[in-house]
């Protein structure tokens, strides 16, 4: 009876995963023997619930190639009833934290520390742009963005990043994702690099839209560039100064020779997503690839998600002069999502060296918050690896001392303590790996978070 429980358990869940989207049509599903050694269980248990997603059309075999997703918008989805299974559901919010009301531990990853925020000289600004004299804000704004929030992100892109542009080449969006949207819009006739495993909101703009791509495996110094011979894709989508979810930073060298790469046709690109670029802890910062760029074919990408808070929802695009032409003859450009108000805001805060101290502050307290809890894991160094914790704010840690990843996750769960598996971000990935966010977490609790961790995962 139990094995009929957890085969159903297993099928429900990867049923659930394919009907919100976790896998795409087409997606090579994980072979019966990966999936076996990755969840504990036997081949019987699994080849049980790939038949129940064979027999309602979920997946579908290819003869000595293995099993692939179907296109379930033909299939008639029944929504799952939480109450109607035995065990424990998977998370599949993972970054909510209205879902961490169950946990007295959490590493989140899309967390700031709020404690630290101006509000009194933000609330300020906000008081300001409301003013009667500010009525021109209440007017349809230019779909570039206003002119004086990207004139201040031109020279804060300068001053800290190197990076040379004019407040022409900038676009506001409200994401990341948007503003991708808004390239492949461009660029229509052409077909993508990205990285493996890559940042979610690149490779959901790609499926959604059809466009053809290559997965290039990221490795400690960056994107592999060896498979960028083996294509003709001319776009390179690359998170460089801290990559997600590996937190791998790409080294100079490999740098310089993927501008080399775009430099050798007129039609390549590279999309330079500077994600967590304004936190470096350890060593010399590195330059942005566009600062490095000598012939306009680095298209540039970051917001303040991190810098200023999450709910901003404010992204920028610094284009290519080559582009901005087909940017302006693009047609049915939407306008900008952005409320003129909280742009002017912004830009208040930044005219002001107000946000250039909170960056300098908020450096230093991620940096505490990072060197207390490497101090912390550093005894146990020969049953945990650490790996990107060179930057950003969040690293992965893999777990080397024969622990299963259902023992960590049980362990966990028995110390009140949230964790995210890396597969969720990389499905082919076997090993005990979790990737752990730091910044939301407060000084006072820290200790207490590295513990319960420390007692979920080590011996």
């Given at each position: 009876m139990e094995k009929r429980h957890l085969y159903i358990?297993?099928?429900?869940?990867?049923?659930?995963?394919?009907?919100?989207?976790?896998?795409?049509?087409?997606?090579?599903?994980?072979?019966?023997r990966v999936l076996g050694q990755h969840l504990s269980v036997s081949n019987t248990t699994i080849?049980?619930?790939?038949?129940?997603l064979l027999d309602e059309g979920y997946i579908y075999s290819k003869p000595r190639s293995g099993y692939f997703v179907s296109?379930?918008?033909?299939?008639?989805i029944i929504k799952r009833n939480h109450s109607q299974l035995n065990g424990p559901s998977l998370d599949m919010t993972s970054n909510n934290r209205h879902n961490d009301q169950s946990y007295q531990y959490a590493f989140n990853l899309t967390e700031i520390d709020a404690e630290y925020f101006p509000m009194h000289q933000f609330r300020k600004y906000a008081r300001d742009v409301f003013e009667d004299d500010q009525l021109g804000?209440?007017?349809?704004?230019?779909?570039?963005?206003?002119?004086?929030?990207?004139?201040?992100?031109?020279?804060?892109?300068?001053?800290?990043?190197?990076v040379t542009c004019h407040p022409e080449q900038i676009i506001i969006g409200s994401s990341t994702e948007q503003l991708i949207n808004l390239l492949t819009d461009m660029l229509s006739k052409e077909q993508f690099i990205i990285e493996n495993p890559s940042y979610p909101p690149i490779k959901q703009v790609l499926d959604k839209k059809h466009i053809p791509y290559l997965q290039t495996p990221v490795n400690k110094t960056g994107i592999d560039l060896n498979y960028f011979s083996q294509t003709n894709n001319n776009i390179a989508y690359?998170?460089?100064?801290?990559?997600?979810?590996?937190?791998?930073?790409?080294?100079?060298?490999?740098?310089t020779q993927l501008i080399n790469w775009a430099h050798q046709n007129e039609y390549r690109y590279i999309i330079e997503d500077d994600y967590d670029s304004e936190f470096r802890y350890f060593g010399k910062p590195i330059p942005a690839l566009q600062s490095l760029d000598t012939k306009d074919k680095?298209?540039?990408?970051?917001?303040?998600?991190?810098?200023?808070?999450p709910s901003c929802r404010i992204a920028y695009l610094v284009l290519p002069k080559k582009l901005l032409?087909?940017?302006?003859?693009?047609?049915?450009?939407?306008?900008?999502?952005?409320?003129?108000?909280?742009?002017k805001i912004v830009a208040n805060f930044m005219e002001s060296g107000s946000f250039e101290r909170h960056l300098n502050k908020m450096r230093k307290v991620y940096s505490k918050k990072l060197k207390f809890i490497l101090e912390k894991l550093k005894p146990y160094e020969d049953q945990l690896?650490?790996?990107?914790?060179?930057?950003?704010?969040?690293?992965t840690l893999t777990v080397k001392n024969g622990y299963s990843m259902d023992q960590c996750l049980k362990n966990a769960a028995n110390n009140q303590l949230k964790i995210l598996p890396f597969y969720h971000y990389d499905k082919n990935q076997t090993s005990v790996k979790f990737i752990l966010g730091f910044g939301g977490i407060p000084f006072s609790k820290l200790n207490d978070h590295t513990n319960a961790l420390i007692n979920s995962l080590c011996l």
């Open positions: 358990e297993l099928y429900e869940n990867l049923k659930q995963q394919i009907i919100e989207g976790q896998y795409q049509s087409g997606d090579k599903f994980p072979s019966k080849e049980h619930a790939y038949q129940f296109d379930i918008e033909t299939l008639p804000l209440l007017q349809h704004t230019n779909p570039k963005g206003e002119w004086s929030l990207r004139q201040e992100i031109a020279h804060y892109l300068f001053n800290s990043r190197g690359v998170t460089p100064s801290h990559q997600f979810p590996t937190g791998y930073v790409m080294n100079l060298k490999k740098r680095v298209i540039y990408i970051s917001t303040f998600s991190k810098s200023l808070f032409a087909q940017y302006e003859h693009l047609k049915n450009k939407e306008g900008n999502t952005v409320p003129a108000h909280l742009q690896q650490i790996d990107g914790a060179l930057a950003g704010m969040h690293f």
